[in-house]
Every structure is written in structure tokens, then in C-alpha cells.
């Protein structure tokens, strides 16, 4: 099933940027032997940050969903990366752990987190169900409205 | 010391609650060799919410606590579904992500996080002994006032 | 590299604190295999807690860059039990996972983080990079202005 990660993403029509490696002392992913921890991502594309400010506010829930979407295309652009462009090596999705922009009253943080399962499902199949948390959070870096990191099994 | 967990939890009149797969793309739990990682679990008890709102506000720091110790049967309670209900397989609570939902204000996060971590200590001993982080945060799913997830070694 | 980080805690003039143990149902790392996980570490130096309340109003962002490098500091004192002394068992820091007290507005976790991130790489070099989520939140455990978990490999 996660053979076929490339066409998936091909018939979705997305296309995976090439990731910018952060200019700071951490880097976009490190592991553990075949497990992987994949820094937090934003809802960055082509160097522009589409969502920004509170879930629910600012941006609708489901621009919210659109944004950890977003995300979870920057995370599967970093694993492609940990695979050399094999995305067939991704065993299983571990973990995603997400952090959405939101107002104190706000209280869907699962459906909005929802566009990145979906999209690791679309993309993976079985390989791509993962276990997640889905918090709510005042604030989060450049303002984005969703942040989320990753744990992912790759074989060698 | 954990072969007792079964004995333990009889003693403390807890049934552990046969858990509802979320329905959406992510699964209660995944795991990576004997490394389990487990969804972040909110205070629900007989499919109701009986801890909702601000600890230190809408509940009191006390309910904060319970709201924890339900989150942490309901992480057992994942546990023993992964173990076929050999809970003795539990080698070593390794972490829990603890989320306490407050207004700007409070500290006590660590006193309500306290009752997760009790109770894995009641469960299990010295395998329920875990690292953990306790943090505050404005908003929560569906308003609970705690959620926790959970990282897990399980023997084979 | 990672052999010096004796060398270089030297060369910076830090002393590691003796950690204190915590008074309470969790310790302050767990393991599975080689890959430990250290409890969220707040700035406490000497008993003390020099960076409380939010970072952009209570305290400057470079009081919370020197908040999250005393974080830091109060990992690799962890890191430094679990080695016996010997930092060259540290193979690599996996992740740090920061949260940064602040007002709603606040958009700038990441150079706070920085504090600990750079901490990591001058005492530990190559082994020292790692990956990172870094959010904002309304509260932390006694109010203090930076907490940070910790995932890391170490050597037997």
C-alpha cells in the first residue's frame, strides 16, 4: 500500500517542495535507529504563510483544516527527504503531535488536525494511520495557525 | 511488581472501559518495535465529559486531578487492548504529554497531572514510573480540562 | 565531537546542577532501549526561578533565550546522570519539544528556543542537533517562562 505514496500523491496533484533547511542550531529531522522525529511544521508554502492567526477567528475551521494539511505536506516532504525519494521505505506513521492557534472558547481542534490524518491516510494507506494529540495553543511561531511534528518509522 | 497490575486495579474498584476507536484517520495507538505511542486520551467516562472548562475556574483543582486519573485509565485501558489484556507485557511507562487546560494564571499544572501519575504508579509500580511533561494551555477538545498521551514499552 | 562535552561545558564555565529528584509519582527519565526521555525541565538554578511569567511582558526575549538555555542545562544535567558522567555516550539529542509562556501575540518561540537549541550544539557539536517543536502557551507549571522535554540516545 505505502508502495504506492508517489502515485497517491500524484493523483492528489501535490506536489512535494523541496524543504529549506532551518537556519538555527536544530535541523528538520534526526533519528533513533529506524525511528524518526521530524521537526515541527508549519503551514508554509513556497515561502509564503497562507494561514495565519486563530482557528476560528482569524481563519475559518476549515482554512484551519486546509493549514494542517499544509503541514502534513511539509512533514511528507522531510520523510522524502529521510528517503532519499523512496516514500515506499515510510513503515508507519507513529505519531503526529499538533498545535492549534485558537481562542480560549475553541473546542474542535480534532477536525481542524483532521486535514493532516487525512492527508497521511491518502497518501500511505494503512502505513499512514497514526496515533496524534490535538491541542489547542494562545500562540504559535510567525503566527501560523497550526504546528505540528512528527515520529515516523522508516526502513533502511 | 507489574504482573499485578490486573490485581492492583481490583483492589482500586477501577473497570477498565473497553475503549471506542476514534473515527477519523488516526487510531488510539501505533507503535514502532515495542516503543507504543498512545493517543492523547481526554476525561470521558461512559461516553460523558464529567470534567470540562478551566481547572482553577470552571473545576476546581481537585476535579483537575480526577480529570487526569480518568485520562490515565483510559490510557490503561489502551494498554490492555494492545496486550490482549496481559497488562504484565507493560515493561515501562516511558512519557506522558500532559495538557491542563487554565487561564493565564495558574501553576498547579504539576498537582493535576499528579493524578495520571499516581494512578500508573498504583497500576503498575515501579514500571508505572514515567517521565512526563505538564504544561498549561488555553484551549482543549470538545473543553475538557485535561488530555494526556502516553509513550509506552510493551513486551512482545 | 561529542567526546569534549565535558571540554566545552568547561570552556563555557557551566557547572551542572545536581539534580533533585522529584517529589512525586514520575522520575526524571525512562528508557526504552537506548533512546531515553527526560522530563519537561524548567529554569531553576540553585533552588530558584529566575525567569517567571510571560516572555514579550513579564520578561524580555532574551531573558527567554537565557530561560530555554537554562532548561538546557538542566537537561544535560539529566542527561549526565543517566551517563554516569561520561557525556560521551550522548550519540545524539532526538528532540526537544519547548513551550514558551506568552501573551497571544507573541510570534517569536522559535528565538526563545534558540537558547536551548544553541546550548545543545556548543556542548554536544554534530550530536548535539536536533529536532524540535517549539509552541507558545497561556501558562506554565509555577509560572515560569520556558519548559522543555527532551528525547535522546544514548550509548551503554
Do not use: W
Request: include cysteine; hydrophobic fraction near 40%; aromatic fraction near 6%.
Amino acid at each position: 500500500m505505502s508502495n504506492s505514496a508517489k502515485e497517491n500523491l500524484e493523483k492528489m496533484g501535490v506536489e512535494l517542495p523541496t524543504p529549506v533547511a532551518p537556519v538555527a542550531n536544530y535541523v528538520p529531522f534526526t533519528n533513533s535507529g529506524n525511528l524518526y522525529s521530524i521537526s515541527g511544521q508549519i503551514p508554509m508554502k513556497d515561502g509564503q504563510l497562507p494561514y495565519t492567526g486563530k482557528v476560528g477567528v482569524d481563519v475559518s475551521e476549515e482554512d484551519g483544516y486546509q493549514a494542517a494539511r499544509l503541514c502534513a505536506i511539509n512533514i511528507v516532504a522531510q520523510m522524502n527527504v529521510i528517503c532519499g525519494g523512496d516514500l515506499g521505505r515510510v513503515r508507519k506513521v507513529i505519531k503526529l503531535g499538533a498545535f492549534v492557534n485558537c481562542d480560549n472558547g475553541f473546542a474542535n481542534q480534532p477536525e481542524v488536525v483532521n486535514g493532516a490524518s487525512d492527508f497521511m491516510v491518502e497518501v500511505f494507506g494503512e502505513a499512514g494511520k497514526h496515533s496524534r494529540s490535538a491541542v489547542g495553543t494562545n500562540a504559535l511561531p510567525r503566527n501560523v495557525s497550526v504546528e505540528i511534528d512528527c515520529l515516523v518509522d522508516i526502513a533502511d
